[in-house]
């Protein structure tokens, strides 16, 4: 993705503002803030913390963990994981609003001891070969055109045995896409693979795949039944533009088959 895209998609200039105001909006005391009080605004993916936590729960994580985020938005994948298993987190994203954003967050909630954020690009992460034991990369991949480069460094970085956890949107049948999406104003902006080809670039980067599931229903079942709840202070919606109307769009892509989700698990061979 290029700059000039990523500002207009991600950088809105006002990302902690804007959660700072939800969350008094919604009663919450920024200085004596809990982990739990953000679950609701701060995993930027399709099923946010649902789908987060259902990925986790794939990855065998312990405090010793040394775990990777990459692509970590405003750091809610990065807090689940430090929070949970208690151990420590590496994050990284191309959006500097964000990192400062995601360290922000960690300071009010005591997680900036276990999770570094650097603003870096997936495709040349900043970190020395075999570093981590796991990565999550969770909706990166649509935004990134070199996909080769984006496994060949997860599978660098990662140790031997190491594990890839993967969380996705993947092209469906073919049809147009109505934007925007949420990760996409634009046509240009977004590289869908198909499932095929993904998983094809995964294995070619060095990973066999150990789990491969594709819960498009129950996803779109899931963001329909999100689009019913009543109005909240807290969401994505706090600081991401025009989301309710990407969310819409995601829903009824999932639904008809236009877009298909995608879940795995690949070890380093």
């Not at 935004?143 to 190491?162: F, H, M, P, S, T």
């Amino acid at each position: 993705m290029s700059d000039a895209a990523l500002s207009s998609q991600y950088v809105t200039g006002t990302s902690r503002a804007d959660i700072e105001r939800a969350l008094i909006a919604a009663g919450k005391d920024v200085h004596a803030l809990q982990v739990a009080d953000l679950a609701m605004l701060e995993d930027y993916h399709t099923g946010g913390r649902i789908a987060t936590v259902q990925l986790a729960d794939l990855v065998d994580i312990t405090p010793a963990s040394s775990v990777l985020d990459a692509g970590t938005g405003i750091g809610g994948t990065a807090r689940y994981l430090a929070d949970q298993f208690g151990c420590a987190v590496a994050a990284v994203d191309l959006s500097d609003e964000y990192c400062e954003t995601a360290r922000w967050l960690n300071r009010l909630v005591g997680l900036d001891d276990r999770i570094t954020v650097t603003q870096g690009d997936v495709t040349a992460l900043p970190f020395d070969d075999a570093s981590f034991d796991v990565v999550f990369s969770q909706h990166v991949q649509m935004n990134v055109a070199g996909k080769d480069e984006l496994y060949q460094e997860a599978r660098r970085v990662l140790k031997i045995d190491g594990r890839l956890a993967l969380w996705d949107i993947t092209a469906g049948n073919g049809r147009e896409l109505d934007y925007p999406l949420p990760w996409a104003d634009l046509p240009d902006h977004t590289h869908l693979s198909t499932p095929a080809a993904l998983r094809a670039g995964i294995e070619a980067a060095g990973f066999t795949i150990g789990h491969w599931t594709d819960p498009t229903e129950e996803v779109a079942t899931m963001m329909r039944a999100i689009q019913a709840l009543p109005p909240s202070p807290l969401g994505l919606h706090a600081f991401v533009p025009d989301f309710q109307k990407r969310l819409q769009n995601l829903t009824a892509a999932l639904s008809d088959g236009r877009l298909q989700a995608i879940r795995a698990i690949a070890q380093t061979r």
